[in-house]
């Protein structure tokens, strides 16, 4: 008879408590364990946080599992790897200045990822400090340097092929260098990925071409270019994060 009221006794405990508390209860004993798992106490704790759930609870399922799944925190799942490679990338870059091609050049994605063999001295610290953190980084060395005169138009266009479907995408068709941010030392264009219909809820997602520029100088000097950096900023830093990216583009 005792135990008996000792077990209605905590089916009437139990139900006042919070999911927390719950939880701490259900680790005290088999006894309470067995008791707090009782659905009819997990469906006043539902009732808390979803009122309408116990009008018409869906089937199939109970309140403990329906709490334990809406209401545990979500560990990040990592990004599974990408089925494109840097290796299966060509990159074709071309800036103008006005309407004369200033450079030229197709240069494979793995290529890119190796960047800047040598660092010029002559670079702001913040720069530096950009170009040696771990981000994964798109880099191409400019060389011989380009130097571009004060009051000039330059664009970029960022055509990207597939060796392993030999199909093409745009990253940039012609757009214009209209920020030069002295601070960090880089010339700044950008343009809205253009995605496959297959993703039609990825947008408004930009990518960036950075001119790396020498410190020496001001804003109304020419500027000399010893480096170009492809990014996607907004939402891709890590190489898997940018193929991924990359692999819903819409691809022709």
Known sequence: MDHWFYNEALKVVFPLLDSKDLASCMLVCRQWRDIASDDYIWKFICFQKWPS????????????????????????????????????????????SEETLIYSNAILGSALLVGLITVPEDISDILRSHLENSDCKLLLPLEPKITIPQGVTVTASVLVARTDTDKMACIMHKSIFDYIDLTTSRALSYDYLKFSPRHPFVSDIRAWVSLLILTKGSIGMDMDVFGLEIDFCDVAKSENEILWLLDMLDWK
Not at 78 to 92: E, I, K, Q, T
Request: charged share 15%.
């Open 53 to 96: 759930i116990t009008k018409k609870p869906p089937l199939g399922t109970t309140y403990h599992r329906l709490f334990a799944t809406f209401c545990r925190p979500q560990l990040q799942q990592p990004l599974p790897l990408a089925r494109l490679s840097l290796n299966d990338l060509v990159f074709y870059i071309d800036l103008w």
